[in-house]
């Protein structure tokens, strides 16, 4: 394998989980048991009553604190939405925009989509923008023809600069919470197809310094695999986060084929 050396990480998307008791819980744990993490970024994404509280925990720890949403508005009468502001004081460094469960139940568009990582840049927050096909767009033979206008709808007024910023994750919206993986091919394939478009749109040193992750039912079992390939530079994971054995697991595993990744 000749991997280029992005830096693994492996992010935990809480969702919809965890009272901030819960939260305290889980991130002690995770505290404690990755006291010594290298070569690997480690984000957690808590639900946002418990953001703080969690970044208190997590202050000069290695473990780094991410949002699972923003709205594109510094401030006003938009009821239930929160800033990059409000984010970043709690503490975020990162942010995830544009997970498929929002596109699909909230409403989210690509245009939706394009102002809020626009809004997380503004705010110095890193944007991990999903993308990701259904089952019937896979089906369908479509499933490239969706990236790619998700991908272009995401980006496609960003300069070089703004997308150098940016991390990816490509979502198979059928593998998401169904047990069902993309296998290590099927995922490489379309994360290779995504550095070409970014080639293509912002040339050779934004295409292959970014980083581009897999999410969909990653568990300690398939994690090697999937970052044994070239083009996968970690994951965003659900369920697996949600428990400090499996989710430091999932770390330990990406620190030791870090090396094979040109990580030294
Ligand atoms: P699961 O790991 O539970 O399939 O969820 C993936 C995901 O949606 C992460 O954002």
Not at 46 to 71: C, F, H, M, N, R
Not at 171 to 178: D, H, L, N, Q, R
Not at 197 to 206: P, S
Not at 217 to 233: A, H
Request: proline share 3%.
């Amino acid at each position: 394998m000749n991997a280029p050396a992005r830096k693994t990480m492996i992010a935990g998307n809480w969702k919809l989980n965890k009272t901030i008791r819960e939260a305290i819980e889980l991130v002690t744990l995770l505290k404690r048991r990755l006291c010594d993490v290298e070569n690997t970024d480690v984000v957690v994404c808590p639900p946002y009553t418990a953001i703080s509280d969690v970044g208190e925990i997590l202050a000069e720890s290695e473990i780094k604190l991410g949002g699972q949403d923003l709205y594109w508005e510094d401030k006003g009468a938009f009821t239930g939405e929160i800033s990059g502001a409000m984010l970043k004081e709690a503490g975020a460094n990162f942010v995830i925009v544009g997970h498929s469960e929002r596109r699909q139940f909230f409403n989210e568009t690509n245009e939706t989509v394009n102002k809020k990582i626009k809004a997380a840049l503004k705010n110095s927050l890193t944007p991990i923008v999903c993308i990701g096909e259904t089952l019937e767009e896979r089906e369908g033979g479509r499933t490239f023809q969706v990236i790619g206008a998700q991908f272009k709808g995401a980006f496609g007024n960003f300069s070089r600069e703004e997308m150098k910023k940016v991390i990816l994750a490509y979502e198979p919206v059928w593998a998401i919470g169904t047990g069902k993986v993309a296998t290590p091919q099927q995922a490489q394939e379309v994360h290779a197809f995504i550095r070409k478009e970014l080639w293509n749109a912002f040339g050779e040193a934004v295409a292959s310094g970014l980083r581009i992750l897999y999410g969909g039912s990653v568990k300690p079992g398939n994690i090697s695999d999937l970052i044994k390939e070239v083009d996968i530079d970690g994951a965003l994971v659900g369920g697996a986060s949600l428990e400090a054995d499996q989710f430091s697991e999932l770390v330990k595993q990406a620190m030791v084929i870090a090396p094979l990744r040109g990580l030294e």
